[in-house]
């Protein structure tokens, strides 16, 4: 835990507190009293309401929609599935901003749909609930989905030879089974959905706000720190408590599972009903996932001429962005996947010596570490940014002009992922294995390298990926500390989409294309990489 520990105290909780030691103290002296002035205001209230309730409906949303995916990905063999699970994961990593384009441009004045059927849903909530559906699907199909896969299927097929239904069979042991691996995919979508900045800003117009929100208009707009940090105050108890909640329930719920390589559970779509989920949700992928997609791809080739690479070659220069770049736009790829590297290798350590350390029952402290590791996906990214400036600016820390912050930052979000995707396969594996490891001479080392890594490198991959996907498509805290001259792709999306005209419009499209095709291939090359089966049988 000294590791992770350390980690969080230099990198997230130092750089909070001073962010709202800064709002809520003037003269030398707190200014505790504005805390009533902000929670009174029937108007923020209204702002909390609704975070609250939209995030309620985006998560049951998306576990209605994406659970059946993930058991398809789990159990079913079929064509490009490899590359069709890289695919859904790509919204993931793609910045809000950019989101909410995608769907203005489906749902918004002169959309896809307002053209077939003279429709809009552009600044209505529906359109918000689409959007983080969109964006949160991959997180339900991927950390589901990594834990389904490893069930032994033959105990839901024990309990239908001794009478069971299919459902109830299912209901009775595989639900129980993935419980913790739905509860951690429902709290990381509900933790996303609270905190929603850029889908809400664009999409949700004048009407609705989150708490992202109401704190950013406070910070850049309103030059208001102290009612920014209370809202952040605001936010940190809200999900304080929401982890508090989901560590003591997930908690009841832990239990040793048979765990078998995934290449055996996986067979071909049979009978009508089987081959019916597959298509419905091939269709479900077609039209929420790949078509605000493709309004993107399109809208990156369509010139003023018509149809083209203009914007991709405007990319290669520095002057293709009016001024908005130092460097030509497209070096932004290149320090992407640097950082994005950086990132994942520090979100792998520190995650995956958090996820041992918990999965050693140590009482209460070990429930609090686990929340505490998840507080980043739960406070504002913007708070965290501006922290970032004002604490690590001299010695010993002095990283404000170090390329190592980026990373730091980037791996601060991925973390979170590394451990909730590892934690319910790590608590699965029967702890009866280690001790007989022990007695038999083998050192901690050497029993965690013999017995729990061959069981987990599938869900370690799966934790890569996840990483990986946040590093390159972290924006909120970037976009304060990355250098004019080194850009990350969500920077330079954003900065593109900030200006006016034809031009930078269509570059963001276009790398906001090249973003995908990036995520999709590195997803794609980590989706083949296969844990040596001769150490990976049934367990």
């Not at 209505?124 to 983080?132: E, F, N």
Request: glycine fraction near 10%.
């Amino acid at each position: 835990m000294a590791v992770p520990l350390a980690f969080f105290a230099l990198f997230f909780a130092y750089p909070v507190v001073a962010i709202v030691g800064r709002g809520l103290r003037s003269g030398g002296s707190w200014q505790f009293g504005r805390i009533g002035e902000v929670l009174g205001d029937p108007d923020i209230g209204g702002v909390l309401w609704f975070t609250t309730w939209q995030a309620l409906a985006s998560t049951a949303l998306t576990l209605v929609l994406a659970l059946p995916a993930a058991y398809v990905f789990a159990r079913f063999d079929f064509p490009g599935k490899q590359l069709l699970r890289a695919v859904v994961t790509v919204p993931f990593v793609l910045p809000t901003v950019v989101v909410g384009t995608a769907f203005l441009a489906v749902l918004g004045r002169g959309g896809l749909l307002a053209e077939l059927w003279g429709v809009r849903l552009d600044t209505s909530v529906w359109a918000i609930l689409l959007a983080h559906v969109f964006f949160n699907y991959a997180v339900v199909v991927r950390t589901v989905g990594g834990l389904w896969s490893q069930l032994d299927p033959r105990q839901e097929e024990a309990a239908r030879v001794l009478g069971a239904g299919r459902f109830a069979a299912w209901w009775r042991v595989t639900l129980p089974a993935l419980a913790p691996a739905v509860a951690a995919a429902a709290l990381m979508v509900f933790l996303f959905t609270f905190t929603s900045f850029g889908v809400v800003q664009i999409l949700g117009g004048p009407s609705f706000s989150t708490l992202e929100v109401e704190i950013y208009r406070q910070t850049a707009q309103f030059l208001d720190l102290p009612t920014a940090a209370v809202l952040t105050l605001v936010q940190f108890a809200a999900v304080g408590a929401i982890l508090a909640v989901h560590a003591w329930t997930v908690r009841r719920r832990e239990s040793a599972l048979r765990l078998v390589d995934p290449s055996r559970t996986a067979r071909r779509p049979r009978g009508v009903g089987q081959w019916a989920l597959l298509g419905g949700v091939l269709a479900t992928v077609l039209v929420l996932i790949l078509l605000p997609l493709a309004v993107l791809v399109e809208r990156s080739f369509d010139g003023p001429d018509g149809y083209g690479f203009r914007y991709y070659r405007a990319l290669q220069s520095a002057d293709g962005g009016g001024g908005t770049f130092l460097v030509p736009p497209l070096e932004a790829v290149g320090n992407s996947l640097q950082y994005a590297v950086v990132a994942t290798l520090i979100a792998l350590v520190v995650g995956g010596l958090a996820a041992a350390a918990l999965t050693r029952r140590a009482g209460r402290l070990v429930r609090g570490f686990d929340a505490l590791l998840m507080l980043p996906l739960g406070v504002s990214a913007v708070t965290v940014g501006f922290g970032f400036l004002i604490t690590l600016h001299q010695p010993p820390l002095d990283l404000r002009t170090s390329w190592i912050l980026v990373p730091l930052a980037q791996a601060l979000v991925g973390v979170p992922f590394v451990v909730r995707t590892m934690l319910p396969v790590l608590r699965a594996v029967d702890g009866r294995l280690r001790e007989a490891a022990a007695v038999l001479g083998a050192s901690p080392l050497r029993a965690w390298r013999e017995v729990d890594l061959p069981m987990v490198r599938r869900a370690l991959l799966v934790a890569a990926g996840f990483a990986f996907a946040v590093s390159l498509g972290e924006f909120g805290a970037t976009v304060f500390i990355a250098r004019p001259d080194n850009p990350t792709l969500p920077v330079a999306v954003a900065r593109l989409l900030g200006r006016a005209g034809d031009l930078n419009y269509g570059q963001a499209m276009a790398l906001s294309t090249i973003l995908m095709v990036v995520c999709a291939v590195s997803l794609l090359v980590l989706e083949r990489i296969r844990p040596d089966r001769s150490t990976s049988g049934e367990f």
